[in-house]
């Protein structure tokens, strides 16, 4: 439709998948499955509800007839409501026992928290598929020295590898709270317009114990180990901001992730994926433009603002409920999901294409490396007889007349061949040379990536075997 406004999060972004979660489908599906889950929980503690009626529910579970649902909605303004009558049109037999005893909040809420699982589960199948490619990669580069930087001044060498370790270890911490968030969701149960169960009381008529086994029974039917222990009439919106809080810091991590790499394609040293075919510019041909990093920095800042939505619905809510949760709700719950499912697609498409330009990280660390081996150049000098007092100052005034020389005439380093001809030093050329060895400078760059990729990432690829092998096509 190119007369009304499409969702990007959808049209570009996102993937059928998550799209599906979030889809009026799922949710009104959902709704029938509860609406069953509730009947058999109460057919099954006693009340007159019958084999018969369940089963007619069971057989109209997933073919929702939407156009009555919608005609009725327009008569009653109450979308629950719209659909149990729906329900009821096809299940004539069970249409006097269809959300007995419940509040709207019994599908709304349970579905919700159902949504949001099946969502978490989705960024977690994918969430361990980036950290299994990166997990590659670092093993892969694990000794290939390169510059490290501070302040993004040139700093002591790394590795390429120990590099991603530093991606991984972030992307490790947000599996840590995901899996803790997930471990923890718990649907609301049936609560009652208030939370306090008076209406099943009622139907139960006064057996607290039979109460407390329907949530169970509802629970287990519908994939859950427990429901909220109290609520409102709906659950604590604190639970949405648990969950985008997860995914907020995932995002974070996506944009740190993002900005080195379009760091390291300014410099030529590692690019992201480049199409045969793609434009970098419309003006300037020769370009290729970060541009999968870029938006994932883009979504990532979408992800972490909207984190702060939920944040202030639930710090807002007055008493045991109010509506001004809803419109929000619906917005960025769905659109953190859709968007988070975005980053991560290319998160994963980029790590899987990285391009490293070996011989210009080369380039560059030989250009600093002679400045970072002076203070070993020093301790070969005074082992050979030299004063260290003395020698540091040389290397000093040395280290500032190369240093001028780059700067600002342009000219290579030459720091070694000032050394070279200072007799204090009673070094050749060709001795300090020997000292140019990268690998030597790298500590225990390769020993640290091999000691993390082991105790800390591959018992979490192994316990997770069978979602590894995704890939990613990126839209646009």
């Known amino acids: 439709m190119n007369d009304r406004y499409n969702s990007p999060l959808s049209e570009r972004y996102a993937s059928k998948e998550m799209q599906y979660i979030f889809s009026p489908d799922m949710k009104f599906k959902t709704w029938r499955k509860l609406w069953i889950a509730l009947a058999e929980s109460e057919m099954e503690l006693g009340l007159n509800i019958t084999q018969e009626q369940i089963d007619e529910l069971k057989a109209h579970a997933e073919d929702i007839n939407y156009d009555v649902a919608k005609e009725r909605e327009k008569l009653v303004r109450h979308d629950v409501m719209s659909h149990v009558y729906a329900y009821g049109q096809q299940c004539p037999k069970a249409k006097g026992i269809i959300h007995l005893g419940a509040t709207s909040c019994y599908v709304g809420d349970n579905t919700d928290i159902i949504i949001m699982t099946e969502g978490l589960k989705l960024v977690r199948k994918k969430l361990i598929n980036v950290i299994n ?8 580069y694990k000794s290939q020295p390169t510059l490290a930087f501070t302040h993004f001044q040139p700093a002591q060498p790394t590795t390429v590898g120990k590099r991603a370790t530093l991606w991984l270890m972030e992307l490790k911490l947000d599996l840590d709270d995901l899996d803790y968030v997930l471990d923890n969701m718990m649907l609301l149960g049936s609560k009652g317009t208030t939370g306090t169960q008076a209406s099943f009381l009622e139907l139960f008529e006064g057996d607290h114990e039979k109460i407390k086994e329907l949530e169970k029974k509802i629970a287990n039917k519908m994939g859950f180990d427990k429901c909220f222990p109290v609520s409102g009439q709906t659950y604590s919106r604190k639970m949405d901001t648990r969950v985008l809080n997860i995914l907020a810091g995932i995002a ?41 990093s870029e938006r994932i920095a883009s979504l990532a800042n979408y992800v972490m603002v909207t984190a702060l939505n939920p944040a202030i619905t639930s710090a807002t809510q007055w008493f045991e409920r109010t509506l001004d949760d809803s419109a929000n709700k619906r917005l960025s719950v769905p659109e953190s999901f859709l968007a988070i499912d975005g980053i991560l697609d290319l998160y994963l498409n980029v790590v899987d294409g990285l391009v490293v330009y070996d011989k210009v990280i080369e380039k560059r660390l030989m250009s600093e490396l002679p400045f970072m081996a002076t203070e070993n150049i020093m301790m070969d000098a005074v082992k050979a007889g030299g004063d260290r007092q003395e020698l540091h100052e ?47 400078y790298v500590g225990r760059s390769p020993e640290q990536v091999d000691e993390f990729l082991a105790e800390e990432i591959k018992p979490i690829l192994d316990a997770n075997k069978d979602i590894l092998g995704l890939s990613a096509e990126i839209n646009v």
């Not at 490619?133 to 892969?140: T, V």
């Not at 994926?273 to 003006?283: H, L, R, T, V």
């Not at 050749?428 to 990268?438: F, G, H, I, R, Y």
């Open 133 to 140: 490619e990166l997990a590659k990669f670092a093993d892969k």
């Open 252 to 292: 974070a991590s996506a944009h740190k992730f993002s900005n080195d790499i379009r760091l390291l394609q300014h410099l030529k040293e590692i690019e992201e994926p480049f199409e045969k075919n793609q434009i970098g510019s419309s003006a300037m041909a020769y370009k290729r433009n970060p541009m999968r």
């Open 394 to 440: 040389k290397i000093r005034e040395l280290s500032m007349e190369a240093g001028a020389n780059v700067k600002q005439k342009g000219l290579d380093n030459n720091l070694l061949e000032l050394i070279a001809n200072d007799d204090a030093f009673n070094m050749s050329l060709e001795d300090l040379q020997k000292t140019m060895d990268p690998s030597k």
